[in-house]
């Protein structure tokens, strides 16, 4: 595999913006498509993937519009090539050799209405993107925005079922805004620094089963249960605050492309052999009787070798061994670790809810 120098871009005057990236020299060339990329999501994550220093090469794909957002992010001075994408029949360019597929395409809320409503539109867009995936890069690790979430992730897994090209170790929904969005209220409420908080969430993306885990927050906080049920319910709410306050213009993008740039900066460092990559997202799960949840994560375990690709010396974890590099996504979906009885009782409001988008999701598919 090819390998660049960084150098000049880590000590480039942009380098505060680009601390995501190894301390080494060298990194293997990673392209990433953005689909849905002149979208209120797509514009502001096509940058945030273009500040990303272990991105080669920008693939950015809409239906609409794209070149000229290519042309715009394409003037920044960073490492990666960007080439735009408009129209069906420029799909295939945009995908193949995508190591990373994002997928923020399709409509948003309006005030009043639930995210499975937006299903009748977006479960077709979404069919039809990941037809192009399993044609033109079936390796690629997907990272699905589009909601609804948890009827999405279960039709893309379908829709690679059926092109026999599924590994659900390659299929994530991107469940990071609601983690995002726990640690800013959490931090808020129990006035510690936001940047040291981790709370994990589990579930879904959807009102109740979107399940922040506050008695497994970090640092500790003393707060009452009237607290912890108002942090809750802001978390569960908290798509639907932004959906508000933009009054018809949209729902998050902002955010999202932030969030979604998280979770795409951890798909390409444990693509990158980096250890101890661990984020939450919506998987093939079987930590509960649902087919999918979200929960942490690990998409590297420290210490293991990789199984594809070519040999490299291993600078970047700092030791001098060989290790493989390698493409395998999820290495381990983590378990729910000790619930409060508030998280209990959520954990199983929540399944009936979820078991049905995901069914809803699935008949969709094979319809
Ligand atoms: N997972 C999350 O946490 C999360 C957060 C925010 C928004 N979302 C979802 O993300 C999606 C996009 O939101 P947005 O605000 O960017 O919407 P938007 O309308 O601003 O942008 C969507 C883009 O998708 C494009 N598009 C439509 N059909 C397409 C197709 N077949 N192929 C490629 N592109 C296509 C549109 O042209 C548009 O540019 C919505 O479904 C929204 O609900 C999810
Ligand atoms: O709320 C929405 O519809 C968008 C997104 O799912 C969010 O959580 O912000």
């Known amino acids: 595999?090819?390998?660049?120098?960084?150098?000049?871009?880590?000590?480039?005057?942009?380098?505060?913006?680009?601390?995501?990236?190894?301390?080494?020299?060298?990194?293997?060339?990673?392209?990433?498509?953005?689909?849905?990329?002149?979208?209120?999501?797509?514009?502001?994550?096509?940058?945030?993937?273009?500040?990303?220093?272990?991105?080669?090469?920008?693939?950015?794909?809409?239906?609409?519009?794209?070149?000229?957002?290519?042309?715009?992010?394409?003037?920044?001075?960073?490492?990666?090539?960007?080439?735009?994408?408009?129209?069906?029949?420029?799909?295939?360019?945009?995908?193949?050799g995508a190591d990373v597929v994002i997928i923020p395409a399709g409509v948003p809320r309006k005030p009043g209405m639930t995210r499975d409503d937006l299903f009748n539109i977006n479960a077709g867009i979404v069919k039809g993107l990941c037809q192009a995936i399993a044609k033109y890069c079936p390796h690629a690790l997907v990272n699905m925005i589009s909601n609804p979430v948890n009827s999405t992730v279960p039709i893309a897994a379908e829709v690679f079922k059926k092109a026999g090209t599924y590994d659900p170790k390659r299929l994530f929904g991107v469940t990071t805004l609601d983690v995002v969005r726990a640690k800013t209220?959490?931090?808020?409420?129990?006035?510690?620094?936001?940047?040291?908080?981790?709370?994990?969430?589990?579930?879904?993306?959807?009102?109740?089963?979107?399940?922040?885990?506050?008695?497994?927050?970090?640092?500790?906080?003393?707060?009452?249960?009237?607290?912890?049920?108002?942090?809750?319910?802001?978390?569960q709410d908290g798509g639907t605050e932004v959906v508000e306050a933009k009054a018809g213009k949209g729902s998050a993008t902002l955010s999202m492309a932030y969030a979604g740039a998280i979770f795409a900066d951890a798909c390409l460092k444990g693509l990158n052999g980096a250890p101890d990559v661990v984020e939450c997202s919506y998987v093939q799960s079987t930590i509960t009787e649902l087919p999918f949840f979200a929960s942490k994560i690990s998409l590297m375990k420290k210490g293991s070798l990789l199984c594809e690709g070519s040999?490299?010396?291993?600078?970047?974890?700092?030791?001098?061994?060989?290790?493989?590099?390698?493409?395998?996504?999820?290495?381990?979906?983590?378990?729910?670790?000790?619930?409060?009885?508030?998280?209990?009782?959520?954990?199983?409001?929540?399944?009936?809810?979820?078991?049905?988008?995901?069914?809803?999701?699935?008949?969709?598919?094979?319809?």
């Open 185 to 235: 209220f959490y931090a808020g409420k129990a006035k510690v620094p936001v940047a040291e908080v981790n709370v994990p969430v589990v579930g879904g993306h959807a009102g109740i089963t979107i399940l922040p885990l506050f008695s497994q927050a970090t640092p500790k906080a003393n707060l009452s249960d009237a607290e912890i049920t108002a942090l809750t319910k802001r978390t």
């Open 1 to 96: 595999m090819m390998l660049r120098s960084i150098k000049s871009l880590a000590t480039s005057p942009s380098s505060h913006i680009l601390r995501r990236g190894y301390a080494s020299e060298a990194v293997p060339d990673r392209k990433v498509a953005v689909l849905g990329a002149a979208g209120g999501i797509g514009q502001p994550l096509a940058l945030l993937m273009k500040l990303n220093p272990l991105v080669s090469s920008l693939a950015l794909y809409d239906i609409a519009n794209t070149p000229g957002v290519a042309a715009d992010v394409s003037h920044i001075n960073t490492r990666s090539e960007v080439s735009g994408y408009s129209g069906e029949a420029e799909l295939g360019k945009a995908l193949e």
């Open 311 to 367: 040999l490299m010396l291993c600078t970047f974890i700092r030791c001098s061994t060989l290790v493989r590099l390698g493409k395998n996504g999820v290495e381990e979906v983590l378990g729910l670790g000790p619930l409060s009885d508030y998280e209990k009782e959520g954990l199983e409001k929540l399944k009936p809810e979820l078991q049905s988008s995901i069914e809803k999701g699935i008949k969709f598919a094979n319809q």
